[in-house]
């Protein structure tokens, strides 16, 4: 609680600071635009260790159109997993940046990278949990080969193969 009440404090300062500098908020941008494309709902199948789940995803811009807010869920043999995520893009570092977790843990899941637009295709590495609940290295690829269409895949560790991967077909 003393968290949240420190968050709120410094957000309220923040902010009122822009305003006495007459700053404006920042702005989405042509970055944010391809975050955007993912809006709507969709129908998914996870693939791991050679199943399938089937399951749902909602994406939404939120936050002034700066963040990507989305819910994904699935059951995963009699197992009910549910994912919340926020994804922007950070002028700062020039990076996408992307914030997981999900039911199976406590702790967040933090990644960075890039987007190739030749490829239509967004490669995010950084920190999380493993299995086993210790941190561990992840890389997730995520490719849009059209607007109705979402290819992901994640990694763990230095492996070649993905740990799992889930297809998205947007649901009209």
Known sequence: MKT???FCAAA?????????RGQEPPKPGSEHAILKKHEGTWATVMKA???EFPGTATYKMDL???WLASTFE????GMKFTGKGFDTYDAGKKKYVSLWVD?????PML???TYDAAKKTM??????????GKTAKWKSVTTMPDDDTIKFAMFVGDGKEPMFTVDYKRKK
């Open 49 to 51: 260790d050679g199943k």
């Open 123 to 132: 490669t995010l590495v950084g920190d999380g949990p493993d299995m086993t």
């Open 12 to 20: 309220l300062v923040g902010l009122v600071g822009l305003a006495v």
């Open 4 to 6: 949240a009440r420190w």
């Open 64 to 66: 002034g159109g700066l």
């Open 74 to 77: 699935t059951d995963m043999g």
């Open 111 to 113: 990644l960075e990278g």
């Open 103 to 107: 039911s199976m843990g406590t702790t």
